[in-house]
């Protein structure tokens, strides 16, 4: 199932850089969930200019007067230095790459980066809880696509050869449904920390539990997928690592909502109440593995259909009606 990777190579930037993006958007990601947590969103005024300071020259006694303040700003900032590595990525991959879909990603990517800065602008500049909510669901797609862009051009991806044949249905089918599936589950989740109604946290306990299903199903057929592959001489093992990142994730996940939610229920006193330490910890940490577990299913996602086919599976079942 393995062989080396084409010749032609690209070199390491393209790949150094796309997943230097996705890795500087992880904290981005905790800064959002934190702002959000706080209720900081508005701290300071205007955009490029926040309280009429150049973002970059803000004074620095100003960064530290608040935590609202702290947070906000520099979640702009952790914004921009994204967006700078965005660019440099897609400028190494449009240089150096020779697949099409290789120069395609990063430019997405960075058009994605661009959209939701955007939308963090105007959300600021209209104070606009709609444009909050957006931003905030927008925030965990972005990231996965990020993360997926940096899988693409991983040298790991080029070292595996792609199957040539059509990939098994039913596999495939899982991976798009529990892709689906978190993807609602974290939008869910933006709606309730946005609005802090009472429906949207029912739908988001509700789905939960959709979603640990789905991921469980999943984890077995990859693990079917593994055996089966062993049985019929193809080397899955691969698969493993990315059901036990699915496994792992989501019940990190679970517990984290828990947590969240019984300190901001019950110690923190409720959404109008301020906010514990507890909650915002526990909170924000819930939203980053959100984005983790989005991103995991979604590199699962493309695993499963670059290693698994639906010849493999046939030769598997004729192998074994032989015995």
């Known amino acids: 199932m393995t062989a080396p990777a084409s010749s032609g190579s690209p070199g390491p930037w393209p790949f150094r850089l796309s997943l230097a993006t996705a890795i500087a958007a992880v904290p981005l990601v905790l800064f959002g969930g934190t702002v959000t947590t706080l209720r900081a969103g508005m701290?300071?005024?205007g955009?490029?200019?926040p309280d009429g300071y150049f973002l970059w020259?803000?004074?620095?006694?100003?960064?530290?007067?608040?935590?609202?303040?702290?947070v906000e700003h520099h979640h702009r900032e952790l914004g921009t230095l994204v967006g700078l590595l965005a660019i440099a990525a897609a400028i190494a991959a449009w240089r150096k790459e020779s697949r099409p879909l290789a120069r395609m990603l990063?430019?997405?990517?960075?058009l994605a980066v661009c959209l939701q800065g955007l939308i963090g602008g105007l959300r600021v500049l209209k104070n606009s809880p709609d444009l909050a909510f957006l931003h905030g669901a927008l925030a965990q797609a972005v990231f996965a696509f990020l993360a997926a862009t940096a899988l693409y051009l991983s040298?790991?991806?080029?070292?595996?050869?792609?199957?040539?044949?059509?990939?098994?249905?039913?596999?495939?089918?899982t991976a798009n449904i529990t892709v689906a599936l978190v993807f609602a589950q974290v939008t869910l989740g933006a709606?309730?920390?946005?609005?802090?109604?009472?429906?949207?946290?029912?739908?988001?306990?509700?789905?939960?539990?959709?979603v640990l299903g789905a991921i469980v199903v999943f984890g077995r057929k990859l693990r079917a997928a593994v055996e089966q592959g062993e049985r019929g001489q193809v080397d899955r093992r691969l698969l493993l690592g990315v059901k036990w990142r699915l496994h792992m994730l989501v019940g990190i996940q679970v517990l984290l909502g828990c947590l969240a939610a019984f300190w901001k229920y019950e110690v923190s006193g409720g959404p109008q109440a301020p906010v514990s330490m507890g909650e915002a910890i526990f909170a924000t940490a819930h939203v980053a593995v959100g984005a983790l577990l989005l991103a995991q299913s979604v590199a699962a996602a493309m695993w499963s259909r670059r290693v698994v086919c639906t010849q493999d599976v046939t030769q598997v079942a004729g192998l074994e009606a032989a015995r």
């Not at 803000?58 to 702290?70: A, L, Q």
């Not at 990063?106 to 960075?110: E, G, K, T, V």
């Not at 709606?191 to 959709?210: C, F, Q």
């Open 191 to 210: 709606w309730t920390r946005h609005s802090e109604a009472d429906i949207a946290l029912a739908l988001h306990v509700i789905l939960a539990l959709g």
């Open 57 to 70: 020259a803000y004074p620095v006694g100003k960064r530290f007067g608040s935590i609202g303040v702290f």
């Open 43 to 45: 701290a300071e005024s």
């Open 106 to 110: 990063p430019a997405f990517a960075l």
């Open 47 to 49: 955009w490029i200019h």
């Open 155 to 173: 040298p790991r991806w080029r070292s595996v050869s792609p199957t040539a044949c059509k990939t098994a249905a039913g596999l495939q089918r």
